[in-house]
């Protein structure tokens, strides 16, 4: 084996050579895959955080009907797994005659999955609001929405924030299973990739790292999104 | 062409034990590994705490579907010729749930109050039986409800088994696709059976939480 020394690994377990400096030529490959990964995971959190919001308030005070239609989703999204709503979404889309490409079946496939999970968050965080809050806000003349602006839903949302952040990091790893409907995002390109070169094991590596790496960029950017919105939580250095 | 008929119900229903069996081997592997590894991410000893913390934010930080591919080709690397799905299968969930585990068991043991490990200690316990009788019993309550909660994630990330040639109730439903293509009707039984297992599992872990009342203590 004589291989420039830096690029490849020689320590072969049990007579296995890692070859990394294989995967280098698709360097460029794997950087478009991680910003489709982040491209689907940024548009999923979005849509899904102001669905999500909308139904938890849907679920909080909306008519009996709407409480139980919101209830009976929120049931079955989180009782079945994404594999399959991702299946369903994709080849109901499909039966409905509508032609989408593969990376807006898995926008759409992630936005229903993860709405049911940030409206179950964000209910938390509007029943943790005192009543007294509510009857103080009446008392200084608030009208309904700006009390539902300033003090239900604003706090509602810093105080769960941390747990919404976790779901989105969750979500942009759950990403990763779009792959199955050839959505072209992260480990369909390590599919690919494992199957051009034959080096499956260094791929996955790889592709793990960045995936690692990604939930950190993701778990900082939240934070750091945090500390623009929380002026409150900024300026005292205390949770709500 | 033929259509949805009681002979892919019972395959689909032979599918659903496969699945069933998957979140056992996954589940009893995940909780002896993750306890070990919740142990470690508290002990004394401050080298076994870092990599047991390191452990478990690779595997959190790292989707299933990643760890399933590293395991099935990383066990051809260490010297099998072929991998057998379950194997690959079960030793991934076994990882993945570990990671997940472990974490939500140190939160329950760290809960439990400090007056307790101190009033313990001073009745002349050792660190085992502290454990044993003091920390853990009172962990455990705690421990219940996230627990069964987790193990509708397990039944579900099972469903990625999948993707390693493992026979369960999704695959089974991706096979039948493949004979007769009606993917609406197939995938929506295929979710009813994982809505069938999970469903329970999600309602008796809420009322154990409501019975706790963890929440609000």
């Not at chain 1, 294989?22 to 910003?35: D, I, K, M, Q, S």
């Not at chain 1, 679920?59 to 369903?88: H, K, M, S, W």
């Not at chain 2, 034990?17 to 142990?39: C, K, N, Q, Y």
């Not at chain 2, 809960?111 to 009788?133: F, G």
Request: glycine share 8%; aromatic share 12%; with cysteine.
């Amino acid at each position: 084996m004589t291989a420039p020394k830096g690029l490849v690994s020689t320590g072969g377990v049990m007579g296995y050579h890692f070859d990394f400096a294989a995967l280098l030529p698709y360097w460029r490959e794997f950087a478009r895959g991680v910003l489709l990964t982040l491209q689907l995971s940024a548009l999923s959190t979005v849509l899904g955080f102001v669905l999500g919001t909308i139904c938890a308030i849907g679920r909080t005070d909306g008519t009996r009907l709407i409480r139980t239609c919101i209830a009976a989703y929120v049931e079955i999204i989180r009782n079945t797994p994404l594999l399959v709503q991702i299946f369903l979404v994709y080849f109901g889309i499909a039966t409905l005659g509508i032609h989408v490409s593969a990376n807006m079946a898995a926008v759409t496939a992630l936005v229903v999955n993860v709405v049911a999970y940030t409206s179950e968050i964000v209910r938390a965080g509007l029943e943790s609001i005192h009543k007294a809050q509510l009857e103080a806000a009446d008392c200084l003349g608030l009208s309904r929405p700006q009390i539902y602006w300033h003090v239900i839903l604003r706090p509602a949302i810093e105080r769960v924030y941390p747990a919404l952040t976790s779901q989105y990091v969750l979500l942009m790893l759950a990403s990763s299973i779009t792959s199955q409907i050839s959505a072209e995002e992260l480990t369909a390109v390590a599919n690919r990739i494992q199957s051009d070169t034959f080096r499956s094991f260094e791929t996955y590596i790889i592709v793990g790292i960045l995936y690692i790496a990604l939930s950190f960029v993701v778990r900082i950017a939240f934070w750091a999104f945090g500390q623009t919105i929380f002026v409150r939580r900024r300026k005292l250095h205390t949770p709500l | 062409m033929a259509s949805f008929s009681s002979t892919h119900f019972l395959f689909l229903a032979v599918a659903a034990l496969w699945t069933l069996g998957l979140t056992a081997i996954a589940f009893v592997g995940g909780g002896l590994v993750g306890f070990a590894v919740a142990l470690a991410r508290i002990s004394g000893n401050r080298i076994l705490r870092i990599t047991a913390a390191v452990y478990i934010q690779i595997i959190q930080g790292t989707p299933l579907l990643i760890l399933l591919f590293l395991i099935y080709f990383g066990v051809a690397v260490i010297g099998f010729k072929t991998v057998p799905a379950i194997l690959a299968a079960g030793v991934g969930l076994t990882v993945y749930s570990s990671g997940f585990l472990a974490e939500i068991w140190r939160g329950c043991i760290q809960a439990v109050p400090s007056t307790q490990w101190e009033a313990a200690e001073c009745l002349a316990l050792t660190r085992w039986q502290r454990m044993t009788r003091v920390i853990l019993p009172q962990a455990l309550r705690m421990a219940t409800a996230p627990t069964v909660g987790f193990l509708v994630q397990i039944v579900k990330n099972t469903s990625l088994a999948s993707v390693v040639g493992f026979v369960e109730l999704a695959q089974a439903g991706k096979l039948i696709n493949n004979s007769i293509f009606e993917p609406f009707t197939i995938f929506i039984v295929v979710a009813g059976f994982y809505f069938a297992i999970c469903y329970p599992l999600s309602a008796w872990s809420r009322n154990l939480e409501r019975k706790l009342n963890v929440s609000h203590r």
